[in-house]
């Protein structure tokens, strides 16, 4: 089992929907937890980290993660054509210094 | 640009041969890592670095991979007799307070 599961999609949604993107993690110790975004043969670009359970919003960006219940989620309000891309969590130990682990990454494409 | 940069972009190498990448990360940055990410797949961590130290190494890291980051500042990451598998986007990151911030990466293809 992965440490981090994410469904791959792809996921197509109609400009300005709200998208909803999940990850189910396995390991309880994981404190810390990000979302990245990556275009086409670019590197991923960090778009939210939280630590510990919560939300965090930036933006049209909210991040959620439930540590009862081993899950993460990334929404996006108001997707826009910009929006489209792979989208991948992360999730890592309470200590610096240490590897992040990735889901498989979702790819999105927002439909104008 | 002030953030992560990799050098090559690109390369396009023959089945046995070496090659080397290049990693600068930002620079306040003491911790430095390397992915490696195949198509349709999240980066895997390799190894990474605090300074100059290296501090772990994934179990990926075969006999052939060798990192190096001499002064603590750029880091290098060599592949001796590439293998077909070695086909990747080679990504290195560099952290702050738990943040982690990557390069473009260098897409390596082994014909």
């Known amino acids: 089992q992965k440490e981090v599961e994410q469904d791959p999609g792809p996921l197509s949604v109609p400009e300005g929907a709200i998208v909803s993107l999940n990850c189910t993690y396995s390991n309880s110790a994981f404190q810390y937890f990000m979302w990245y975004r990556q275009y086409s043969r670019k590197g991923p670009e960090l778009l939210m980290y939280t630590y510990s359970s919560g939300n965090k919003e930036d933006g049209r960006f909210t991040a959620q993660v439930d540590k009862s219940s081993k899950y993460i989620s990334l929404f996006i309000r108001d997707s826009q054509p910009s929006d489209s891309a792979t989208y991948l969590c992360?999730?890592?130990?309470?200590?610096?210094?240490?590897?992040?682990?990735f889901g498989t990454g979702t790819s999105l494409t927002v439909i104008p | 640009d002030t953030g992560v940069s990799q050098d090559p972009r690109h390369k396009i190498t023959k089945r046995g041969q070496n090659v080397t990448f290049r990693c600068d990360p930002i620079s306040e940055h003491n911790r430095l890592y390397w992915y490696r990410q195949t198509l349709g797949q999240g980066p895997e961590f390799l190894t990474y670095f605090q300074n100059e130290a290296q501090l772990e190494k994934s179990r990926l890291l075969s006999d052939r991979f060798s990192a190096e980051r001499p002064k603590g500042s750029f880091s290098t990451l060599e592949i001796q007799r590439t293998e077909q598998g070695d086909s990747a986007m080679y990504l290195c990151a560099s952290l702050a307070e738990n943040e982690q911030f990557f390069g473009p990466g260098t897409r390596l293809t082994v014909l």
């Open positions: 992360a999730g890592a130990f309470p200590f610096t210094g240490n590897q992040f682990y």
